[in-house]
């Protein structure tokens, strides 16, 4: 009898095992004083030192730890997202006091800890590492949503977001575990198969489990009905860390929802697309109407983030290679109209009393037009405006939905669309215009005291503000005029898949 | 040149926002004449007897089929010269009037010029679907941030949600419509939006039925037409009066435009079966439009309502579908934008004369100010047809199109034609003639004023003598959109019919 060692490819596995050490780093670095403050220049050069890793195996698709997690342009672009929102998060962070109250390593190695979970999200093709994924990225979040310990409202959202995450992951577990007994595999390429061989094609069982999953990662990707969390979650955690949160998990989770669905259950597809397609007009209205009477930008971002999951979730439910293609691309745009937007936000809060309320950007286009002019571009962005990286991306999702027959859903965008102009030039119009009499301005902030969030008039020139802010926005406007380089990153994503 | 055209504006506009204040204005006032003199080469360049000219096509998202396309041809040529024309006037009066935050405010009038080129330009459908969406950007900033809140407190910026509301439902409704047809007439091969292409293959009648309403939608909210223009009084009310000038002239003619460029060609089917409704929403806006313009009492308003009759004549003109109903709607669109700019120019002196918009604080304003009454009188005299003014060829080519193609419809148009008498010399009359009101300051017209006034009113007397300049220019390009319609029906389809009916959505056969 001989031990065979198993082959494992470290190449392949590179990103994940960079990111696993530099969690232990950076965790270690908060031990001594004097090192604790070099955690986020540490967790910046973990986040490159990632990325590179990832851009050098672009191009490569390979079964990882036998066949537990795949490596592909999927994978890869959409980690490359969640990176991008990580060191966005990072730069936010300084002088935050959320990271100061928990001290700067654990917060850092937290957020480190909730990639890793990502990128482990973004490979997964197997039940159980799927799982394992979702779960190292929950649990850090869960902790950062409470980081900022002097404000009652981030405590309660911690607590709301760790319950109900749980009672996500409990759903998804459950319809996991209908899966594994129906088709007998937990690989995903196995439970294809085992539906096919054992002649399972729309047997309750398994019908049961896709549902229960779906569910399970609805409540993830904040699709409607099992949104509710989202806005409340959004507004009472550190604005750095919702402005992660916001993209990044969505991103990582509508990867594996992608390889589960158009990889594990294609054959079941007839089934669950007009499920999925109701859940996506849901979704798209739901969340643009709950936008429109919101003061709390976070609120409204968190809404609005609501809606635009649904859009995305278009993408998914044509269950073609145009509908995936488009899907990546619209989380990267959608990546750089939310930081440009988050990173207003902070900028504001910090400077001003008024918070995260509206007020806080008003009359913004005379005072700071560095900060205004990301953020309007932002809004028109999100509200798919030409010349945007949004107006493309909804282009890209109506041509692969109106492909796909799905063509009210694409109406059912454009309808959205209609409505959530309503809330975006609201904040636009704050900005630039002049105020409605009828609105007076009331300038405080829910649960917070003056202790708990001091105002630093300058914080609207710090450059780690600014700096993100406009290159979000100047990659916004890039790639609503250029955007072929991304229209191809997006292709690339989507043909490993078909 | 249509790159060079296209884009001058807008670079102006960038390298304007790092002048200091005072140079700002001018700076974009120069842009605009670069942009104009471009646009006056592109006409002496003009060739009548050949199709689309001056093109550039590149691909722009290979990956989505969209293409970067533009081209002049006889459908445009003028609405090219009209747009730099009036943007040049537009830019010059805001510029002696210095708005705050010029930098900014020139910024965005130049974007709408290079965004309301581009849609004239376009010969992709998904460009010009983008250049239309893009146009409202710029004035949603230019209404809201420059205009004026009503003393009512209806502010300037809720005025322009509404419209940017209104105008989007449309145009949005139009990408979808858009990206269908590109889709459904590829049929499973390589997408193009380009039009000259989709022209030539017909969709299935069903595909063209709710493809033609989204796209009709789009355009008759731009316009306004009847029922769909509950946005235009609130928002030309906010509106900055250089800004509305360039709005009114030329923004709604991309409507009318489109008509003639999009719908008739690509969706030739749906159009004649659609023709009567289309006639009926144009006939209302034409007597709703009048009688509006009868009884408002706000000079912006009369000036706005009256547009909305005259979009309507252009609109019966077009769903005449007729060679003679389309020249004379194309003609119509370049005498209406010439007319109306200088109208609200004229309203913008007028109200700095009386301290009022309305009407009825106005009076006597001819006394001390001959030269202005006659400037006045002449584009009165244009707005309601005058026999001799090139808006009488064009409503009388638009009547004798619709004679030959729905004689019912051509009387209920020509009361329209009367009915321009009445409230064109009502607004003369009562601004320029009856008893001076107290505190009204009878003023001539200022050096600063007439240059931006004297050469617009030029271009209308011009443009009497020789209306053939536009006609002869126009009327194969003309001929040729028209012509899709009049083999539907009829004879039966065009052997290139390649689609079937599609559903809009779900199940596939």
Same mark, same amino acid.
């Given at each position: 009898?001989?031990?065979?060692?198993?082959?494992?490819?470290?190449? @392949?596995?590179?990103?994940?095992? !960079?990111?696993?050490?530099?969690?232990?780093?950076?965790?270690?670095? =908060?031990? /001594?004083?004097?090192?604790?403050? +070099?955690?986020?220049?540490?967790?910046?050069?973990?986040?490159?030192?990632?990325?590179?890793?990832?851009? +050098?195996?672009?191009?490569?698709?390979?079964d990882l730890v036998t066949g537990a997690l795949r490596i592909d342009e999927l994978a890869i672009s959409i980690s490359l997202v969640v990176l991008l929102m990580a060191a966005a998060c990072v730069l936010l962070s300084l002088r935050e006091p959320a990271a100061a109250q928990v001290g700067s390593g654990e917060y850092h190695a937290l957020l480190l800890g909730s990639v890793l979970g990502m990128v482990l999200l =973004?490979?997964?093709?197997?039940?159980?590492?799927?799982?394992?994924?979702?779960?190292?990225?929950?649990?850090?979040?869960?902790?950062?949503?409470?980081?900022?310990?002097?404000r009652e409202r981030s405590l309660e959202s911690g607590l709301k977001y760790l319950i109900v995450g749980s009672l996500g992951s409990a759903t998804l577990l459950y319809g996991m575990a209908f899966l594994y007994g129906g088709s007998g595999s937990t690989d995903f390429a196995g439970i294809a198969a085992g539906i096919g061989t054992e002649s399972l094609l729309g047997d309750p069982l398994i019908l049961i489990g896709i549902a229960l999953v779906a569910v399970g990662l609805a409540f993830k990707t904040s699709i409607a009905p099992f949104h509710q969390w989202t806005p409340d979650v959004y507004e009472g955690a550190p604005?750095?860390?919702?402005?992660?949160?916001?993209?990044?998990?969505?991103?990582?989770? /509508?990867?594996v929802f992608i390889r589960f669905f158009d990889v594990a259950l294609a054959s079941q597809a007839d089934d669950w697309q007009p499920a999925l397609a109701v859940l996506a007009a849901a979704t798209i209205v739901i969340g643009n109407v709950g936008a429109l009477g919101q003061r709390s930008l976070k609120r409204l971002l968190g809404y609005s983030g609501v809606a635009q999951a649904g859009y995305i979730l278009g993408g998914l439910v044509v269950a073609s290679e145009a509908g995936v293609s488009a899907l990546v691309f619209y989380l990267a745009g959608y990546a750089f109209m939310n930081l440009a937007a988050f990173a207003v936000v902070v900028a504001r809060e910090r400077e001003t009393a008024f918070g995260d309320d509206i007020e806080a950007v008003r009359g913004l286009g005379a005072e700071r037009p560095a900060l205004a002019w990301p953020l309007t571009i932002s809004m028109l962005g999100l509200a798919g405006l030409p010349a945007t990286v949004g107006f493309i991306g909804k282009l890209y999702l109506i041509e692969a939905l109106v492909e796909g027959d799905y063509t009210w859903l694409a109406v059912f965008i454009a309808v959205g669309t209609m409505i959530s102009l309503a809330y975006?030039? &609201?904040?636009?119009?704050?900005? +630039?215009? &002049?105020?409605?009499?009828?609105?007076?301005?009331?300038?405080?902030?829910?649960? !917070?005291?003056?202790?708990?969030?001091?105002?630093?008039?300058?914080? @609207? &020139? &710090?450059?780690?503000?600014?700096?993100? !802010?406009?290159?979000? !926005?100047? =990659?916004?406007?890039? /790639?609503?005029?250029?955007?072929?380089?991304?229209?191809?990153?997006?292709?690339?994503?989507?043909?490993?898949? /078909? | 040149m249509s790159n060079s055209l296209l884009w001058t504006p807008l670079a102006f506009g960038l390298v304007g926002l790092f002048l200091p204040r005072r140079a700002a204005g001018w700076w974009a006032t120069a842009g605009a004449a670069v942009t104009l003199g471009i646009a006056i080469a592109l006409l002496a360049d003009f060739d009548s007897a050949a199709g689309l000219q001056h093109t550039v096509d590149v691909e722009w998202i290979p990956g989505l089929g969209v293409d970067y396309s533009l081209g002049v041809d006889g459908l445009n040529v003028f609405l090219l010269l009209l747009t730099a024309l009036l943007w040049t006037a537009g830019t010059a009066f805001a510029a002696f009037r210095e708005p705050e935050r010029p930098g900014t405010f020139f910024l965005m009038m130049l974007l709408a010029e290079t965004a309301t080129l581009g849609a004239f330009l376009a010969q992709d459908l998904l460009l010009f679907v983008l250049f239309f969406d893009l146009m409202l950007v710029p004035f949603y900033f230019l209404f809201g941030a420059w205009g004026t809140d009503r003393p009512d407190g209806k502010t300037a910026s809720a005025a322009t949600l509404k419209m940017i509301v209104y105008t989007l439902i449309g145009s949005l409704l139009m990408l979808v419509a858009a990206i269908a047809t590109g889709i459904i007439a590829a049929d499973g091969g390589d997408i193009t939006f380009s039009i000259a292409e989709l022209a030539r293959q017909p969709l299935g009648d069903g595909s063209q039925r709710w493809i033609f309403w989204f796209f009709a939608a789009a355009f008759l909210v731009k316009m306004p037409a009847f029922l769909l223009h509950g946005w235009m009084p609130d928002a030309y009310r906010a509106a900055p009066l250089p800004v509305l000038a360039v709005f009114s002239g030329v923004l709604a003619k991309v409507g009318a435009y489109g008509f003639l460029r999009?719908? *008739?060609?690509?969706?030739?089917?749906?159009?004649?079966?659609?023709?009567?409704?289309?006639?009926?929403i144009a006939l209302a806006s034409i007597l709703y439009g009048s009688a509006m313009a009868f009884t408002q009492t706000n000079v912006r308003l009369v000036a706005g309502y009256s547009s909305v009759a005259q979009l309507g004549f252009i609109t019966a003109g077009i769903f005449a579908l007729r060679p003679d109903g389309a020249d004379g709607a194309v003609l119509q669109m370049v005498n209406h934008g010439l007319v109306v700019a200088p109208l609200f120019v004229i309203v913008a002196l007028l109200a700095e004369r009386s301290g009022s918009e309305d009407l009825r604080e106005m009076g006597g304003m001819a006394l001390r100010a001959p030269v202005l009454a006659a400037l006045f009188l002449i584009v009165t005299l244009a707005t309601l047809a005058m026999p001799g003014s090139a808006n009488f060829v064009g409503e009388f080519f638009i009547l004798n199109g619709l004679f030959g193609a729905k004689?019912?419809?051509?009387?209920?148009?020509?009361?329209?034609?009367? *009915?321009?008498?009445?409230?064109?010399?009502?607004?003369?009359?009562?601004?320029?003639?009856?008893?001076?009101?107290e505190g009204l300051v009878?003023?001539?017209i200022g050096w600063r004023d007439g240059v931006v006034l004297v050469p617009l009113v030029a271009c209308i007397v011009g443009l009497a003598f020789y209306p053939q300049l536009v006609l002869e220019r126009t009327d194969r390009a003309v001929e040729a959109s028209v012509a899709a319609t009049a083999d539907s029906g009829s004879t039966g389809r065009k052997p290139l019919y390649i689609s079937e009916n599609r559903p809009i959505g779900g199940e596939e056969p």
């Open positions: 009898m001989s031990f065979v060692a198993p082959e494992v490819d470290y190449a @392949g596995l590179s990103p994940v095992i !960079a990111l696993t050490v530099s969690v232990c780093v950076v965790l270690l670095s =908060a031990v /001594f004083r004097p090192t604790e403050r +070099w955690a986020p220049g540490l967790t910046l050069v973990a986040l490159a030192t990632t990325a590179g890793l990832l851009i +050098w195996r672009w191009g490569e698709s390979a =973004a490979q997964a093709q197997n039940l159980v590492s799927f799982f394992v994924g979702l779960e190292t990225l929950s649990i850090p979040l869960y902790i950062l949503c409470a980081s900022n310990l002097r604005t750095p860390v919702t402005a992660f949160m916001a993209v990044a998990t969505k991103a990582a989770a /509508f990867a975006y030039l &609201r904040v636009v119009a704050a900005m +630039w215009m &002049r105020p409605d009499p009828a609105a007076t301005a009331t300038p405080a902030i829910a649960g !917070a005291s003056p202790e708990a969030d001091p105002i630093d008039p300058e914080a @609207g &020139r &710090r450059f780690y503000l600014v700096l993100p !802010a406009a290159l979000a !926005a100047a =990659a916004t406007v890039f /790639f609503g005029v250029i955007p072929q380089p991304l229209v191809e990153l997006a292709e690339h994503a989507g043909s490993s898949l /078909f | 999009v719908v *008739l060609p690509l969706f030739p089917d749906a159009t004649v079966e659609f023709q009567e409704v289309v006639l009926v004689i019912a419809y051509a009387f209920v148009a020509a009361i329209g034609v009367a *009915l321009a008498a009445f409230y064109a010399l009502r607004l003369y009359q009562r601004t320029m003639h009856n008893r001076k009101p009878s003023r001539e």
